[in-house]
C-alpha cells in the first residue's frame, strides 16, 4: 500500500546563481508531522513558497497547474508532477506573520473562508458540522471565545497567531505548511502554542510541515525531523517518542546534540 501523500523529485529553484533549493528526492506520509530545521538561508522558506504555490520550480511556469503534462521554456521540457506529485488540493499555509484582516472581528477572520467574492457561502460539505459550530468549536479549542468579537488590533502576538491557526484549520485543509509561526512569540507563548497544535494536530489528523529555526521546538512537535543545508536534505530523522515531550527526555537530548553537530559541520 502507497502511504505517500506528497513526494518531491528532482524539485530544483534557483535565484541567479545561487541554489535555494534541490531536493532529489522527498516523501511525506499522511498524517505525520515533519519538522524542517537549518541554518539561516538554508532554503527552507524557498522550500514551503515552492509547495504553497508562492514560488515556481525551475522551468517550470505554473505548479498549481497539476493537468498540463509539460511545459516548454528554453526549449526545455519539464514535467511538473514530475517535481512534486500528490499535492493536496487543500494546502494552506500559516505564516510568521498572522496576516489578519484588520477590518474583520476574530471570529470573521476565522470564517473568513467560507465567503466567496460575492460573499455566498462556498464550502457544501455536509459531513461537517456547520461552520457556525465549527468555528464555535475552534474558539473554543483555541481558548478564543472570549476574544470571538475583537478585532485584531485588540489582540496580543499569540492571540493574533491562534487567530491565524483558526483560520486556517476552519479552511480543513488536508496539508498545512507552517513558517516559524511561532518565532516572534515569548517563551511562554510560544509553548502554550506548541502544546495546542499537537493537541489539534493529534485530534484533527492533519498533515504538517514545519518550519522552524528551533531545534527544541522541532524535537517537541516533529514526527520525523529534516535537517536541510544548501537547499538539500542532509539528514532524514525519526523522531521515536511519543507526544508529551520534554525537552529534558535523554532520547530527545541526544537528537538535539546530533543535529547540532550537523548543522556546525
Ligand atoms: N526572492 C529571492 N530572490 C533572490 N534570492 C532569494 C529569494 N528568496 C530566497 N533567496 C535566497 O535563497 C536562499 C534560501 O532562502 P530561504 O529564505 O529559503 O532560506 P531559509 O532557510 O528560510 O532562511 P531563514 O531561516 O533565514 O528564513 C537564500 O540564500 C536567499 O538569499
Not at 201 to 230: S, Y
Not at 231 to 258: C, F, H, S, T, Y
Request: hydrophobic share 40%; aromatic share 6%.
Amino acid at each position: 500500500m502507497d502511504t505517500t501523500l506528497l513526494a518531491l523529485h528532482n524539485l530544483k529553484k534557483t535565484y541567479g546563481n545561487k541554489t535555494a533549493v534541490n531536493v532529489d528526492s522527498l516523501a511525506i506520509q499522511p498524517h505525520s508531522f515533519t519538522c524542517i530545521v537549518g541554518k539561516s538561508g538554508c532554503g527552507k522558506t524557498t522550500l514551503l513558497r515552492l509547495l504553497s504555490g508562492l514560488e515556481t520550480p525551475d522551468t517550470v511556469t505554473n505548479v498549481k497547474d497539476q493537468t498540463a503534462a509539460s511545459y516548454s521554456t528554453t526549449g526545455q521540457h519539464i514535467n511538473v508532477t514530475s517535481c512534486i506529485t500528490g499535492l493536496p488540493a487543500k494546502t494552506a499555509p500559516v505564516f510568521q506573520e498572522p496576516r489578519l484582516m484588520p477590518w474583520l472581528t476574530v471570529k470573521e477572520n476565522i470564517m473568513f473562508s467560507l465567503k466567496g467574492q460575492d460573499g455566498n457561502a462556498t464550502n457544501s460539505d455536509v459531513s461537517l458540522p456547520s461552520p457556525e459550530e465549527r468555528c464555535r468549536q475552534l474558539l473554543q479549542e483555541l481558548e478564543l471565545t472570549e476574544a470571538a468579537n475583537l478585532y485584531p488590533a485588540q489582540l496580543s502576538g499569540g492571540m493574533a497567531q491562534r487567530v491565524s491557526l483558526g483560520r486556517t484549520l476552519f479552511y480543513d485543509p488536508e496539508l498545512i505548511l507552517m513558517d516559524e509561526p511561532f518565532s516572534a512569540l515569548d517563551y511562554f507563548t510560544r509553548r502554550n502554542l506548541q502544546d495546542m497544535v499537537l493537541r489539534l494536530f493529534q485530534h484533527q489528523k492533519k498533515t504538517i510541515l514545519f518550519v522552524t529555526h528551533d531545534v527544541e521546538e522541532a524535537l517537541l512537535l516533529g514526527d520525523r525531523i529534516l535537517v536541510m543545508e544548501n537547499g538539500n536534505i542532509k539528514a532524514d530523522m525519526p523522531v521515536n517518542l511519543p507526544p508529551p515531550r520534554k525537552a529534558a527526555d535523554p532520547p530527545l537530548q541526544e537528537m538535539r546534540q546530533q543535529i547540532l553537530d550537523l548543522l556546525a559541520e
